[in-house]
């Protein structure tokens, strides 16, 4: 006896211990498995809602709030509720229903009013649940199984008013549907709903406008012509149209508010409808039997389903029409692409504009029907992606009906063509000569607008670059060899320019003169990537045989005037001004210092926040032509290794040296710049300032202000 009370004892304490067991681990999943509370705020901004849910499938729909607030089934069973990870849940079809639940918070300390859109017209029964502050629950409706003017809003998606005081509150949705299993869901504050309302009204007025339009002129030309295309394509148009007003709720808002019966089995009668309609007009339009024999068979067979279909959906239960009716379109989508690929094949031209515009609007349908089984998320694209090809389609088909009435224009059509493809070829040929960018300038859109004397003043980076020694290079080689050896170095260089967002006004022999019309920092970048340019083209002429080339930059930036010069039976674009010249100043001067890059103080200080480069103020200069002084620095980034290094290790000797001669102690200044050469004799710089200070030494220049006077 006292044995059997042990065990009895022993029995309740395993099983206190397992209940506490699972009670903690039931609150350790529910804490696992809860969303991220929605935080309410004054701007929504139209926030999908699926991150902040978490779910619980009803396979028999029969758990009641009760259930679902306390966790548990009719028997007891927790819950297994499940966090979502997409904007969007989609569930595909099925028969189930779902409860979905999220938690809202209210940071601030009064009340705000939220809509809570469930973007999916097609729903058949949606039930939104809460507790309020004073226990009792809260519960709204909406779906097509109820009559339109039960809704929250008129409005075609179903809308629920929410209205949150300061803290937390959870809610409950319930879904079912027979439509494809979707629950994009979206918050928004009242002032954003309607204005996105509005947005999407405007978008669906001007489809249906376009639809409409479309309809009424290929109505009228079937009345004129009589050809049977026409009709089957009206047909089409008509129940393809009804098929998008019921699947956007707009049937169901404006046409049969109180016919709950009919909104929710008339949208496979309209699909079922349009494929009909829609293998006629491939048949007939395609010539089917004529030119694709077998595939015709199919479409007949096709178009038999279809007829079979529409009794049927009047008939079948909502949930199996449209799930025969999305195979039957991806089935119809294939087999008119085929045909329409086919009749191309065998040379039947009509079938070109049929290809484009059927490809555009089966697309759409194709991404419409992925959606429906959740194979494609839902989202702007996927969920508009019928009315974004269907828009398109009446277009181009309605172009490609148009053209089996205008054969007889054929020929003026094709001649007209010729004429305008051989006026595109002349402008671009006058684009190789006159840079588009140079007309957007001016503000022609072509040249046939320009005039002489066009001109106008513009502030922009100005680039020259040339060959090093090009005389002693042509003189070695022949006509044709000095152009071949052009072209070739012009052709790595062009693009670099055009990539810099610049563009070549022109070629002057070896040299190339660049503008830079946007940003000036556009101009150096350019710079340090011709000079890796020229770097690998020096590899290809070593690969040949041939020594290699070496090149000098200069750029400025300042104003310059662009224009047209000329008469009345020759003109050509140029640009003229001070920064013109001082930019090709600055190059003749890569040769004087032997330095790769050069450019114009009012270019360093209007971009030196911007530039990364290594670069060093190396003269103050007034050149022919100017009379205010001109600072000139130098960009050694595309220096030697080696160089790069020493000049950077020794820079504070090099601008002790160059202080010192501004100052006008040449003496001092040449004993710096004879030290500084023994440390980077590749510095070509110090050798110019050697040699000036020798000079400037005997001369003791009076008034001296560290500038010199440079002449050719």
């Not at 090093?468 to 070739?488: C, G, H, P």
Request: neutral net charge; contains cysteine; hydrophobic residues 45%.
């Amino acid at each position: 006896m006292l044995s059997l009370i042990r065990h009895k004892h022993h029995i309740r304490h395993r099983r206190l211990i397992l209940f506490c067991s699972s009670f903690a681990l039931l609150i350790l999943t529910s804490f696992s498995l809860a969303a991220e509370p929605f935080p309410l705020t004054e701007k929504l901004k139209g926030i999908q809602g699926g991150i902040f849910l978490s779910y619980v499938e009803d396979p028999q729909g029969q758990l009641t709030i009760d259930q679902i607030e306390k966790g548990i089934d009719a028997n007891g069973k927790s819950l297994e509720w499940k966090q979502s990870e997409k904007d969007v849940p989609g569930f595909g079809f099925t028969n189930a229903t779902y409860w979905f639940r999220w938690n809202a918070t209210n940071p601030l300390g009064r009340a705000l009013k939220y809509y809570v859109e469930l973007s999916y017209p097609v729903v058949d029964d949606v039930v939104l649940y809460s507790r309020r502050s004073d226990g009792t629950l809260y519960e709204r409706a909406s779906g097509d199984l109820l009559p339109f003017h039960e809704r929250d809003l008129d409005y075609r998606n179903p809308v629920f008013i929410l209205e949150q005081s300061p803290g937390q509150s959870a809610y409950y949705l319930k879904v079912r549907t027979s439509s494809t299993f979707i629950v994009p869901l979206v918050f928004w504050t009242p002032e954003e709903f309607i204005e996105n309302a509005i947005r999407e009204d405007i978008i669906l007025g001007l489809f249906y406008g376009t639809m409409a339009v479309m309809l009424l002129y290929n109505l009228f030309i079937f009345a004129s012509v009589r050809d049977i295309s026409y009709f089957y394509y009206v047909g089409y148009i008509l129940f393809w149209t009804l098929f998008l007003i019921t699947f956007n709720g707009l049937g169901f808002q404006y046409f049969w508010p109180n016919a709950v019966w009919w909104a929710n089995n008339c949208l496979n009668l309209f699909a079922f409808t349009t494929l009909a309609f829609m293998q006629l007009f491939a048949i007939s339009f395609l010539n089917a039997k004529k030119n694709t024999p077998y595939l015709h068979r199919a479409l007949t067979v096709m178009l038999g389903l279809s007829l079979i279909g529409v009794v049927a959906s009047v008939i079948i239960p909502y949930r199996i029409g449209i799930r025969l009716v999305s195979v039957h379109a991806i089935v119809t989508v294939i087999v008119i692409l085929s045909t329409g690929v086919r009749a191309q094949i065998r040379g039947y031209k009509p079938a070109r504009y049929f290809l484009l515009a059927w490809t555009l609007m089966l697309l759409g349908l194709l991404v419409l029907t992925l959606r429906n089984f959740a194979v494609l998320p839902d989202n702007l694209f996927t969920r508009w992606s019928s009315q974004f090809g269907s828009a398109l389609e009446v277009v181009f088909l309605a172009l490609g009906l148009a053209d089996r009435i205008n054969v007889l224009k054929s020929e003026r059509i094709r001649m007209e063509r010729e004429a305008y493809e051989t006026k595109l070829r002349l402008l671009d040929a006058f684009a190789r000569f006159v840079p588009n960018q140079f007309l957007d300038i001016l503000g022609k859109s072509s040249v046939e607008e320009i005039q002489t004397g066009d001109s106008t003043e513009r502030r922009m980076a100005v680039l020259f670059t040339d060959i090093r020694n090009f005389t002693a290079i042509s003189e070695k080689m022949n006509s044709a060899d000095n152009f071949r050896f052009l072209n070739s170095y012009l052709k790595k260089m062009g693009p670099v320019i055009l990539n810099n967002r610049g563009f070549i006004d022109k070629f002057i022999g070896d040299a190339i003169m660049a503008l830079f019309p946007g940003d000036p920092v556009d101009a150096i970048h350019c710079a340090i990537e011709m000079r890796a340019k020229l770097k690998e083209f020096n590899e290809m002429r070593a690969a040949k045989g041939y020594a290699p080339i070496d090149m000098g930059i200069g750029i400025h930036y300042g104003s310059v005037m662009l224009g047209t010069v000329g008469s009345d039976v020759r003109l050509e674009t140029t640009v003229i001004g001070d920064t013109v010249n001082l930019s090709s100043r600055l190059e003749s001067l890569t040769k004087v210092y032997r330095s790769s890059i050069l450019i114009s103080g009012d270019l360093y200080n209007e971009v030196r926040d911007q530039i990364t480069y290594r670069v060093r103020e190396i003269d103050r200069v007034l050149v022919r032509g100017r009379s205010t002084v001109s600072e000139i620095y130098e960009i050694y980034e595309t220096d030697t290794p080696e160089t790069i290094e020493t000049k950077d290790a020794n820079q504070e000797l090099f601008l002790r040296a160059y202080e010192l001669y501004r100052t006008g102690d040449f003496n001092a200044s040449l004993q710096c710049f004879r030290e500084y050469q023994m440390l980077c004799p590749d510095d070509s710089v110090a050798s110019v300032y050697i040699q000036r200070c020798l000079k400037l030494a005997d001369r003791n220049p009076r008034g001296w202000k560290g500038v010199v006077r440079l002449r050719d």
